[in-house]
């Protein structure tokens, strides 16, 4: 009934947003870095966290770690879009999707063919030197061993990805506050709503079709018109095909 009511929801919408977590790309084989055990670092006699890694200040003074965690953790070069990611895209076909607002940083919305897509903490498939900005693919960080270094000035290679301690790049702030603002339909799925400041982008929605789709509670739950506890990938994939 609650997939029904989701492409009954869908078939009124004109300028539906998506926003979504890492819930999206588990069916991917991407699961949350934050899952992750954290490894004993010798040097600071201590565990450092999965958080703790992914920092700009960790990075700063232990890239050699950080990019052993981030490469093994964070970089999924086989993974492929999802039957959500997908749906998406269809959507975005139909003319009724008008954006996704993504907290994952795997490309894979835009992979299945999404045009437009507002990535709030980045993306690995993008990287640039530290000091003459030159850019890189993925494939550059994953066949280098080590730290990778710019060729041309021989600078760390750094990801375009928002670390902890980092702030959100405003221009992506601003295109994803303006999509969520003009939505007649918001659907936040596959996300606990618990990493700030993109969790609170949802109260930016200013209609009255919030759709959750979440495996577990949310903090959206009490006061969204539409909640789903279901896997995102099959109740998407139906809500979208039955249209």
């Known amino acids: 009934m609650?997939?029904?009511?989701?492409?009954?929801?869908?078939?009124?919408?004109?300028?539906?947003?998506?926003?979504?977590?890492?819930?999206?790309?588990?069916?991917?084989?991407?699961p949350d870095f934050r899952s992750a055990e954290g490894l004993w670092n010798q040097s600071f006699g201590r565990f450092?966290?999965?958080?703790?890694?992914?920092?700009?200040?960790?990075?700063e003074k232990d890239p050699e770690t950080f990019f052993a965690f981030y490469k093994e953790k964070l970089i999924y070069p086989e993974a492929r879009?999802?039957?959500?990611?997908?749906?998406?895209?269809?959507?975005?076909?139909?003319?009724?999707?008008?954006a996704v607002v993504t907290q994952n940083i795997d490309g894979l919305h835009q992979m299945a063919g999404?045009?437009?897509?507002?990535?709030?903490?980045?993306?690995v498939?993008?990287?640039?030197?530290?000091?003459?900005?030159?850019?890189?693919?993925?494939?550059?960080i994953?066949?280098?061993?080590?730290?990778?270094?710019?060729?041309?000035?021989g600078s760390i290679v750094k990801?375009?990805?928002?670390?902890?301690?980092?702030?959100?790049?405003?221009?992506?702030?601003?295109?994803?506050?303006?999509?969520?603002?003009?939505?007649?339909?918001?659907?936040?799925?596959?996300t606990s709503l618990i990493v700030y400041p993109a969790a609170g982008f949802i109260h930016h929605y200013q209609g009255d079709r919030l759709v959750v789709i979440n495996k577990t509670e949310t903090q959206a739950d009490e006061y969204a018109d539409l909640v789903i506890h279901q896997d995102i990938a099959a109740v998407m994939e139906e809500a979208v095909a039955a249209l």
Do not use: W
């Open 2 to 30: 609650s997939v029904k009511e989701l492409t009954d929801i869908l078939r009124k919408s004109n300028k539906t947003v998506f926003f979504g977590g890492a819930g999206v790309s588990t069916a991917s084989g991407i």
């Open 48 to 59: 450092i966290t999965p958080e703790e890694l992914v920092s700009h200040s960790y990075f």
């Open 81 to 98: 879009p999802n039957a959500c990611h997908r749906a998406l895209a269809r959507l975005e076909e139909m003319g009724r999707l008008s």
């Open 114 to 123: 999404s045009q437009v897509v507002h990535e709030l903490h980045g993306s």
């Open 125 to 140: 498939h993008r990287n640039f030197c530290t000091r003459c900005h030159a850019a890189y693919p993925v494939d550059y």
């Open 142 to 153: 994953l066949i280098t061993s080590g730290v990778p270094r710019c060729k041309n000035c």
């Open 159 to 190: 990801p375009d990805v928002v670390l902890y301690e980092e702030m959100l790049d405003e221009n992506v702030m601003d295109r994803a506050v303006r999509a969520i603002r003009q939505a007649d339909c918001l659907i936040v799925g596959g």
